[in-house]
């Protein structure tokens, strides 16, 4: 008996968890499933990569209107940003300009305002050297001419100062006697008949007028002559 082979039953092997079928049958079953995936899985590849003609024509047709959509976006954002450049540098330059006109104009309203003091002072001078002129100096008793000839060079003195101010600012002063009348820089008082001069000639200042750089701070009083011959047009050049 001891000589005899050992035989188990199959129901012994199957509760311990073992298999009585031999290994290569087995490998063989695990194995078959997988072949049976990967033949599926070649089956699906060739199916989606096998397209169609007009499949292809309409993607190339979708890349090419994705495409040019994308190049539309592109040129939409670059004229957005060129217009967004000009726009900044409109800006850059109107605030340079406003702020160099603000620098420059700043003493418009101050420097008006002593117009009046300069006009005074002018009439002022005017009418002491006219008066200066007039005295006998020879039949002086109380001393006045010293005294007058003093007050002379103090107003002279004075109105040259404040002329000489008002230029280091901008501010000049210009008389408009026997030129034509200009209306942006020259305001008519009355009107004065002479045949002798062109009709519209200043013939007559009340108030001179003043710049203030490029700009009419005050315009000039004037009176205009009329009767008189009318100024020619000037000739246009190239024989017009």
């Known amino acids: 008996m001891l000589n ?72 939409d954002m670059k004229d957005k940003v060129l217009r967004s450049y000009a726009e900044m540098e409109n800006v850059i330059a109107r605030t340079k300009r406003e702020s160099e006109n603000s620098k420059k104009y700043a003493v418009q309203n101050f420097s008006k305002s002593l117009l009046d003091v300069a006009d005074n002072l002018a009439r002022a001078s005017s009418v002491v050297k006219e008066s200066f002129s007039k005295l006998d100096t020879s ?48 305001f008519a008082l009355f009107q004065i008949p002479d045949p002798s001069k062109p009709s519209g000639t200043v013939a007559s200042v009340v108030k001179v007028g003043y710049m203030l750089h490029d700009r009419v701070l005050r315009p000039a009083e004037v009176g205009v002559t009329e009767g008189g011959p009318s100024e020619e047009p000037e000739e246009k050049s190239g024989g017009e």
């Open 4 to 75: 005899q082979p050992l035989r188990y039953s199959s129901n012994i092997f199957q509760r311990f968890g073992f298999s009585s079928s031999t290994p290569q049958q087995n490998d063989k079953e695990v194995h078959e499933p997988k072949d049976q995936e990967s033949t599926a899985h070649e089956s699906n590849g060739t199916e989606d990569l096998d397209l169609s003609k007009e499949d292809l024509v309409k993607l190339v047709f979708e890349k090419d209107e994705l495409l040019t959509s994308k190049d539309e976006e592109i040129k």
């Open 139 to 186: 039949e002086d008793s109380s001393g006045a001419v010293p005294l007058l000839k003093t007050l002379l060079e103090g107003v002279d003195m004075t109105d040259k100062q404040l002329g000489e101010v008002f230029k280091k600012f901008g501010v000049e002063r210009f008389d408009p006697l026997n030129e034509k009348f200009n209306p942006d820089k020259h």
